[in-house]
């Protein structure tokens, strides 16, 4: 947990959490990261650990604009709850958060940070809708097979 919370805190220190919020959560829930030597910092973690862990690193709950949250509303007092209510409206297993996570890896990567692949299953555009199948054409001296009669 201690190596997330340094993930965490570059990110936020190097100006990479605007814009990629909910990047981040979905790095921190289902990626694995390691250092750029193989040192390995997290293979991911639940939601309830990363909004403590957000509530402890003072994470501006403006950030959850970004996913549609509104600071106002979502348990001012209590600043772990309200995360866990953002992590929640994330979407974090979306394809706009696999999209906004691998750019987000991008930018890591010069901070010392290797991210690992989107688990198994979710991919970063919708696949095209697949045609239905043609029906066969007759040739044109033959007649369609008539329905026997019960």
């Known amino acids: 947990m201690d190596g997330l919370r340094e993930l ?6 190097n100006g990479l959490v605007s814009g990629h919020f909910r990047g981040l959560l979905h790095i921190a829930i289902g990626r694995r990261v390691t250092k750029l030597d193989g ?13 403590a862990l957000l ?6 709950p403006e950030y959850g604009r970004e996913v549609g949250a509104d600071p106002d509303t979502l348990s001012p007092r209590d600043r ?3 995360w866990y209510a953002v992590i929640g ?6 394809s706009q958060a696999v999209a906004e ?5 991008e930018a890591l990567k010069p901070l010392g ?10 991919r970063t555009s919708t696949p095209a809708p697949k045609e239905a199948p043609a029906t066969p054409k007759r040739p044109s001296g033959e007649e369609e097979p008539q329905k026997k009669k019960k």
Do not use: C, H, N, Q
């Open 39 to 51: 040192t390995k910092i997290s293979d991911g973690m639940t939601w309830r650990p990363l909004a």
């Open 113 to 122: 940070y290797l991210v690992g692949p989107a688990p198994a299953g979710l």
């Open 8 to 13: 965490l805190e570059a990110a936020r220190a």
């Open 101 to 105: 996570a691998e750019k987000l890896a």
């Open 80 to 82: 772990e709850r309200y």
């Open 89 to 94: 409206m994330a979407g974090v297993d979306s």
């Open 55 to 60: 509530k402890t690193l003072r994470f501006d």
